[in-house]
């Protein structure tokens, strides 16, 4: 749920509404949510027939669908507090946004520098599977 709210700019023109950094999250993490649910249709019918051999397998397939409901209830969360936050709050996330090391993610969630480009973050490993 994306909500419509002017960006508070104060003396510094880096500032934001924490209503809409709270919707911004929640939306991500209800993408998140339905990526989880997608995964977890996919590899259900390999974890029921695992169970089969070892009933832990269920345990596995019960702990995924938790964490499905987990970040939906999170993402519904912030979506009802972005709707009740004052709006003059208003936080620089700049330095809380510097962790975030992917950039698609940085530019959904608006947390770009200056230029339009998210942060500079060393270069590391890549795993392939």
Same mark, same amino acid.
Not at 38 to 53: G, K
């Given at each position: 749920?994306?909500?419509?709210?002017?960006?508070?700019?104060?003396?510094?023109?880096?500032?934001?509404?924490? $209503?809409?950094?709270?919707? $911004? =999250?929640?939306?991500?993490?209800?993408?998140?949510?339905?990526? #989880?649910? $997608?995964?977890?249709?996919?590899?259900?019918?390999? *974890?029921?027939?695992?169970?089969?051999?070892?009933?832990?397998?269920?345990?596995?397939?019960?702990? =995924?669908?938790? #964490?499905?409901?987990?970040?939906?209830? *999170?993402?519904? /969360?912030?979506?009802?507090?972005?709707?009740? *936050?004052?709006?003059?709050?208003?936080?620089?996330?700049?330095?809380?946004?510097?962790?975030?090391?992917?950039?698609? *993610?940085?530019?959904?969630?608006? /947390?770009?520098?200056?230029?339009?480009?998210?942060?500079?973050?060393?270069?590391?490993?890549?795993? /392939? /599977?």
């Amino acid at each position: 749920m994306t909500i419509s709210s002017p960006c508070y700019e104060s003396a510094d023109a880096s500032t934001v509404a924490m $209503r809409d950094v709270a919707d $911004r =999250i929640g939306n991500e993490l209800a993408e998140l949510a339905v990526a #989880i649910h $997608r995964l977890q249709m996919l590899i259900s019918p390999l *974890l029921n027939e695992a169970a089969l051999r070892n009933p832990v397998h269920l345990q596995e397939l019960q702990d =995924i669908d938790h #964490i499905y409901q987990k970040v939906g209830n *999170l993402a519904e /969360f912030l979506a009802a507090l972005a709707l009740i *936050l004052p709006e003059q709050w208003v936080l620089d996330p700049s330095t809380a946004s510097q962790v975030i090391t992917l950039s698609a *993610l940085a530019s959904r969630l608006g /947390f770009l520098g200056d230029d339009g480009i998210a942060v500079d973050h060393p270069a590391g490993d890549c795993d /392939f /599977f």
